[in-house]
């Protein structure tokens, strides 16, 4: 299991962490480096099965709302 970051623009994979706070980190340092307008294309999924199956937890602005609610809650 793990957590993939894509950009959903160009269909193409970011990067990939076996830890959410690691994936969650360089999304926030993105937004800090570009501005929020970095996530538009965004998506984080949760890769579970093997790396069989997805979840997208996130896309777009709601990724802000994720990055806000992990920093509040450490």
């Not at 937004?31 to 998506?43: L, N, Q, T």
């Amino acid at each position: 299991m793990g957590y993939e970051i894509w950009d959903l623009e160009t269909g193409n994979l970011l990067a990939d962490f076996d830890d959410r706070t690691d994936a969650l980190a360089l999304i926030r340092e993105e937004v800090e480096g570009k501005g929020p307008a970095a996530v538009d294309h965004m998506g984080l999924l949760y890769v579970y099965d093997e790396g069989r199956s997805t979840h997208v937890l996130a896309e777009g602005k709601a990724l802000l709302d994720l990055i806000q609610t992990a920093t509040a809650t450490g």
